[in-house]
């Protein structure tokens, strides 16, 4: 067994240069040269090669007459396979044309060493290379390049792969990449230059990447990456354009690694330019037959708006589609924005102009690099297919989509000429990424102490595009055990379609003395009724358990202790016109649901839940207010409902009182057996109603102390009971609960912290409207981090 580096190799590199020799030798004869008749072709050297293979590609036959041209064609041709590491052609004195070859050897497999931060199996799903096939040094000099620039997008720039085989019986070789890591090198700072109007804070919470920081062990987003790095600079040029600077532009985007080679120091170098309002709007239609009226009913934009160009873009694309669905091919919709000014105000003219289009047609689409993820998956998310009109800017919709899927970490789409100019092939290659993760959660909060979180998540399941997740999550009241599944392209259409199966046990022995456990399993399908609203459905079927109720509870709760077996239907609309789903400063989002009890099973009820929750944001977003209404309902058919079947508020969702801490509650005292029992059960309450008021913003700490504060105002009612009276045996009179619908009301202060162990939150809440019998709390605070 030898074990050669491929650079080493003095015979291969002797041979390859004698090739080349004689190739340059046959360019350089004379044209006038006479051609040779070939009497006999005899091939030598062959191992596993048919020699009707070589004959194929040298398409040369006894009888041909042949220059020294040609035969360097065939030569070429030869080479060109990738199956020879050299090749010789030559006439003998009897005009035999004798083909001598040294066939590559066969890659019997392939290994890596030394690498711990990438799997094998995602470097393998890289290379070209593959076993049982011919080894050629270019192939696995590529592969090499290949898997060095994974590590650099990893931020291991001190990496070194060195590719090397180990030469076998047979002809055949082990390819081997040997493989140094280096430390990763991380992002010490992220600055930004030329930003008048927003904060470095507020455009950190922009960008994909973000500063290194030791919690961050299993994150890549804290490594340097020139690929994220040209991402950033498209979500800053997205932030700025929406908010109305159409002037925008990175003018750079720099990375000085620091002299400790430790991390780098990325710099952004900005234009902002001046906010624009919308002026004149219209539509304009050069293309033959095609009016403006129904187009003008699609616009997004008014005279007087702050300019958006996400508003702009979703108007385009409604536009196309709606030519699409109303068989208007062959038209191109492109917006024109004139710039001018009114007085001090800059202003942005637009006008959709409608043209006729080259009459192109989509013949194919072909896809490159997803070694893992099926093609179906990237196909279903384009906006055009094979036969379509095409469409530019389909094209550059169906590129933000398929990116958007999170299963890679670049993708091109380039239409190319087809079989004739009036067809397109529309070429798309993806680089695939890593979609799997295991993730550990610690928190501590003062209503559940300590807990802990582990989950298995999958985006990209068996390649099919599915979302898996198994978790496990306990504190010191709640286990719970969920398995989810999401297919987002149910029988090949836009349905999303779920399946949730949980087991959670829950100790309510402090707030309502009884425990509960839960075993459950929700099938739900979604589907989208525009771009920002959705219908969902879902079945639940519960069994659903009240168990270890003390003998000092209230007897409204001793009777619903036990199992019961609950079927229900759940119908569910949102509305979500948000800027930003994690962070927004702007828009609304109104969310419906309602829930029927009783297709089988024990429980009858029906139940109905509303919340709309708005957001605005002054100074720059440095200051972001939110308010919040929400309300419910819910309704029992003929059985009284079980104390799980109501709402319970307080704790984070009524802030200022305990968990449990609002609404109606037995506190009545009674003898039983002798003894006095004093009783301090949350019944809770079949309405509820509730307003939430925030406001955040800097409170002018350093910036890297990731602090900030803000203020609060909840306010709301719980309240209704099916029953409201009980007796107890050797007690005179009758025992009352008070579930009328009086008003709460808190007043508080938060401080938030991006500390080095997570987000730390601290409450603290006055109540300025109360019952004398709710539980009230000043203090509450929680931490908690996902690594």
């Known amino acids: 067994m030898i074990v050669s580096d491929l650079f080493g190799c003095r015979e291969r590199w002797v041979s390859a240069l004698r090739a080349a020799l004689m190739a340059i030798l046959l360019l350089l004869l004379p044209v006038s040269v006479s051609a040779q008749t070939i009497n006999n072709i005899s091939i030598e050297g062959t191992q596993r090669i048919e020699e009707a293979t070589i004959r194929s590609y040298l398409q040369l036959r006894e009888g041909d007459a042949v220059t020294p041209a040609k035969v360097n064609e065939a030569l070429k041709r030869l080479f060109a396979t990738g199956l020879f590491q050299d090749v010789a052609i030559d006439f003998t004195p009897d005009n035999t044309l004798l083909v001598s070859v040294d066939e590559n050897p066969i890659v019997n497999q392939i290994a890596f060493e030394g690498n711990r931060a990438i799997d094998n199996e995602v470097l393998l799903a890289q290379v070209r290379s593959r076993p049982r096939t011919a080894f050629t040094r270019a192939r696995a000099e590529a592969d090499a390049q290949t898997v060095l620039e994974m590590y650099r997008a990893a931020g291991r720039y001190s990496a070194i792969v060195e590719p090397k085989i180990i030469e076998l019986e047979n002809n055949r070789v082990d390819l081997v990449f040997e493989i140094s890591e280096g430390e990763p090198v991380g992002v010490s700072a992220i600055n930004f230059v030329g ?32 690929d994220r790095l040209e991402f950033d600079k498209e979500l800053l040029r997205r932030f700025y354009f929406d908010r109305g600077y159409a002037d925008f532009q990175v003018l750079a985007a720099t990375a000085e690694l620091n002299p400790e080679r430790t991390g780098f120091f990325i710099t952004f170098t900005l234009e ?5 309002q919308v002026g004149e709007v219209k539509v304009v239609s050069a293309a033959r037959g095609v009016e403006n009226g129904p187009f003008e009913e699609l616009l997004k934009v008014e005279n007087g708006d702050d300019y958006n160009a996400s508003d702009v873009q979703e108007t385009v694309r409604d536009m196309q589609r709606y030519a699409g669905r109303e068989s208007i091919n062959f038209v191109d919709i492109r917006p024109r924005a004139n710039k001018r000014r009114d007085g ?47 469409s530019a800017y389909l094209l550059e919709q169906s590129r933000s989509d398929v990116r958007a899927l999170g299963f890679f970490s670049s993708v091109e789409v380039t239409p190319e000429r087809g079989s004739s100019d009036e067809r397109v092939v529309i070429r798309t290659k993806v680089k695939e990424r890593s979609t799997g993760d295991i993730s550990f959660g610690l928190g501590f909060s003062s209503s559940e102490n300590i807990g802990g979180e582990i989950s298995i998540t999958e985006r990209n399941f068996l390649g099919r595009g599915q979302f898996v997740r198994a978790s496990v999550s306990a504190t010191t009241e709640r286990q719970l055990f969920t398995f989810r ?26 707030e ?3 425990d509960t456990r839960e075993l459950g399993f929700e099938p739900s399908v979604s589907f989208p009724l525009s771009d920002d609203s959705t219908i969902s459905l879902n079945y639940r079927i519960e069994n659903s358990e009240i168990l270890d109720v003390p003998s000092d509870a209230s007897p409204l709760i001793e009777q619903d202790e036990g199992a019961r ?12 016109r948000r800027n930003d789903p994690i962070e927004p400063s702007s828009g609304f989002k109104l969310q419906l649901d309602s829930e029927v009890a009783g297709l089988g099973g024990d429980a009858r009820y029906v139940s109905a839940e509303a919340s709309l929750k708005g957001y605005q944001s002054f100074l720059r977003e440095d200051v972001i207010t939110s308010l919040e209404l929400a309300g419910g309902g819910v309704f029992g058919f003929s059985d009284n409902l079980r104390v799980t079947d109501r709402y319970f508020l307080g704790g984070d969702s009524f802030r200022g009182f305990k968990g449990r801490g609002v609404g109606p509650r037995d506190v009545n005292s009674f003898t039983e057996g002798g003894e006095t029992v004093s009783v301090d059960d949350a019944l809770g309450g079949k309405y509820f109603l509730i307003s939430r008021a925030d406001v955040s913003f800097p409170i002018g700490l350093p910036e890297e102390y990731g602090i900030h504060g803000g203020l609060f105002a909840d306010a709301g009612t719980l309240f209704g009971l099916d029953e409201t009276s009980y007796t107890v045996a050797g007690n005179p009179g009758t025992f009352t609960v008070d579930d009328s619908m009086a008003l709460r009301a808190a007043v508080g202060a938060t401080i938030y912290w991006s500390s080095p162990i997570g987000p730390v939150r601290l409450n603290f809440a006055l109540p300025v409207i109360k019952e004398s019998e709710d539980e009230t709390e000043f203090f509450r605070f929680s931490v908690g981090t996902r690594f």
């Open 512 to 514: 309502s003395s009884f």
């Open 195 to 226: 930003n008048n109007t927003y904060s470095d804070r507020r455009l950190r919470r922009v960008v994909e990447t973000s500063e290194t920081a030791w919690w961050k062990i299993l994150s890549s987003s804290d490594s340097y990456d020139p």
């Open 344 to 390: 001090d105000t800059p202003i942005i003219d637009l006008t959709f102009e409608i043209r006729e289009a080259q009459r192109l047609y989509v013949e194919r689409i072909e896809i490159e690099g997803n070694v893992r993820t099926l093609d179906h998956v990237i196909r279903r998310e384009f906006e055009l297919a094979e036969g379509d009109a095409f």
């Open 272 to 276: 902002e330019g001046e906010p624009y």
């Open 485 to 510: 599944f999401i297919e987002p392209y149910f029988l090949d259409r836009n349905l999303q379609a779920g399946l949730r199966a949980y087991y959670q046990q829950v100790d309510n022995q402090d």
């Open 565 to 576: 077996l609950s079927s229900s239907i759940g119908i569910g609309y949102t509305l979500d």
